[in-house]
């Protein structure tokens, strides 16, 4: 396997997530509390990343592992408590070891609610769990206490 996977994803491949507003779904800060009783603009982010993730992982390889690099969105339109909303990824560009998919949220009347992109990097697995894992928080606290 190389250091840095290529990714054989063709342009114009989609993953679906259907999605239930649920209250957790709405906007609710920390802080704040409840602000709007629809659905998040950061729940869609979410979701977006999550089918652009579903398309990655039909076509990763053993021993490689994906992580986001970056999420824009662009919320157009609300969604209620019961809605159902349908989140789609569509692959528009693979580069090397990233997947940049174009993302929609459409409501049950195909009404666009949301639209935006994902980006994902591939890695391979040791290099990753190398970055993220338990060792990566201990050693990055090491090389602090160092300084």
Request: hydrophobic residues 40%.
């Amino acid at each position: 396997m190389r250091d840095v996977p290529l990714l054989d994803i063709p342009v114009g491949a989609t993953a679906t997530l259907d999605v239930v507003v649920t209250p957790e779904l709405t906007v609710h800060f920390d802080e704040l509390g409840p602000v709007h009783p629809v659905y998040a603009t950061y729940s869609m982010a979410k979701h977006f990343e999550e089918a652009g993730r579903k398309l990655l992982l039909q076509h990763l390889e053993p021993g490689q592992a994906g992580i986001g690099r970056s999420v824009a969105v662009e919320h157009l339109g609300p969604s209620w408590v019961g809605d159902t909303v349908v989140v789609t990824a569509r692959c528009t560009e693979v580069s090397g070891n990233r997947l940049t998919c174009a993302c929609t949220a459409t409501d049950a009347q195909g009404r666009e609610l949301g639209r935006g992109t994902t980006v994902q990097v591939v890695l391979p697995e040791e290099l990753l769990e190398q970055r993220i894992g338990p060792g990566a928080r201990s050693a990055r606290d090491a090389a602090a206490q160092a300084r």
